[in-house]
């Protein structure tokens, strides 16, 4: 089974701060996400990269960036942490024909 | 602009209740629907469903896809504490992407 691993589980960070949230999946699938979470709202999209040259914004991409600089890693930037960005925060990955895999979350708290 | 919907929003109910919850989707060139099953942690996968009226089981899960009334339920009988969690509902379009459009999801809470 494809393994994706989230590096922090837990994240608390101060408004202003550069975050980083790093995603790791054991497999070499082209494909890999992030989604934030929140109540009321569902997952929404932030960033979908199709291979470490291709990356394409969400729905939802203002605040964030990303880098994937090798295929097993992709990873969400928030340049100037707020508030607003306190949510759990989900990567993950999928083929053609399967369905995603996620990784375990980062719940981030901006303060 | 594509959606997916879950009702309830949540649910409440005793162990050996059956559960029904619902998934209804308007997208743009469907492709198929996705049930996953996330307590505190990763979302992990439960069915995928493409065709219409072919029920999926898994234990005492099952799922089936409606095309003609664009929703999907999921059945969980005999419910165990177990089964509390926020069921999330998917919906993939043919677009030659792999993003998916999720509904806000259903929490149940099984009471012993």
């Known amino acids: 089974d494809v393994k994706v691993t989230q590096s922090s589980r837990y994240l608390v960070k101060r408004t202003g701060e550069k975050v980083f949230l790093e995603c790791v999946q054991d497999m070499d699938h082209e494909n890999m996400f992030w989604y934030r979470q929140d109540p009321g709202l569902g997952l929404r999209l932030i960033y979908f990269s199709y291979d470490v040259k291709m990356k394409e914004k969400g729905d939802i991409p203002e605040g964030y960036s990303v880098s994937r600089e090798k295929k097993e890693r992709f990873s969400l930037i928030l340049e100037s942490a707020s508030t607003n960005q306190t949510s759990m925060y989900l990567c993950g990955t999928t083929e053609p024909g399967s369905s995603y895999t996620f990784g375990s979350g980062t719940r981030l708290t901006v303060v | 602009e594509d959606k997916v919907v879950q009702s309830p929003l949540s649910l409440v109910v005793h162990e050996g209740d059956t559960v029904t919850l619902n998934c209804s989707y308007e997208v743009t060139n469907f492709r198929s629907l996705l049930w996953y099953k996330q307590e505190k942690k990763a979302p992990t996968f439960l069915f995928m469903l493409?065709?219409?009226?072919i029920e999926k089981k898994s234990g005492r899960l099952s799922s089936i896809l409606d095309k003609k009334e664009l929703s999907s339920i999921l059945n969980i009988t005999a419910t165990q504490t177990g089964d509390s969690a926020i069921y999330l509902c998917a919906a993939q379009p043919i677009s030659g992407t792999y993003k998916y459009i999720f509904g806000t999801g259903t929490r149940l809470k099984v009471l012993a």
């Open positions: 493409t065709s219409s009226g």
